[in-house]
């Protein structure tokens, strides 16, 4: 499923960059944005997974130590579906729901707490209302 985003990410970008490329700067700087935010954030906050703290196998291979709040890949995977909305509608709902999926499966998978994906997806949309549905 993260495949499917980040391969959806780049072709939205070149789609842009031949028939909007006044969006294109705003559609590459929020995500990096969010992404080095959650990344700083997960550095300072530093919460232990679930794994770490019952002692559980994890359904996806995973041995990082820390740094699992708030989810970079549900983060990820939501301001680049908010982004898509300002490509095509259709394609940031389909990207949306692949977001979702991601989400549940963090959790599912034993890599990340409900609040990990939670915080994940409040910065995103509080990011991506901010910065894309703002400004043009």
Do not use: Q
């Not at 909007?20 to 997974?49: H, Q, Y």
């Not at 699992?68 to 990207?95: D, E």
């Amino acid at each position: 499923m993260p495949l499917l985003i980040f391969i959806s990410y780049p072709i939205a970008l070149i789609y842009l960059l031949f028939t909007n490329a006044n969006e294109l700067a705003w559609s590459i700087a929020v995500p990096f944005g969010v992404f080095l935010c959650v990344t700083m954030l997960r550095v300072i906050i530093d919460e232990k997974r679930p794994y770490e703290v019952y002692g559980i196998k994890p359904a996806i291979k995973k041995s990082t130590r820390g740094k699992s709040m708030p989810s970079r890949h549900t983060a990820s995977a939501f301001i680049i579906a908010i982004t898509l909305f300002r490509v095509n509608s259709l394609w940031g709902w389909i990207i949306l729901c692949v977001a979702l999926i991601i989400s549940l499966t963090r959790i599912l998978a034993g890599v990340h707490f409900i609040r990990d994906v939670v915080a994940g997806i409040i910065l995103s949309v509080f990011f991506g209302i901010l910065f894309l549905s703002i400004f043009p």
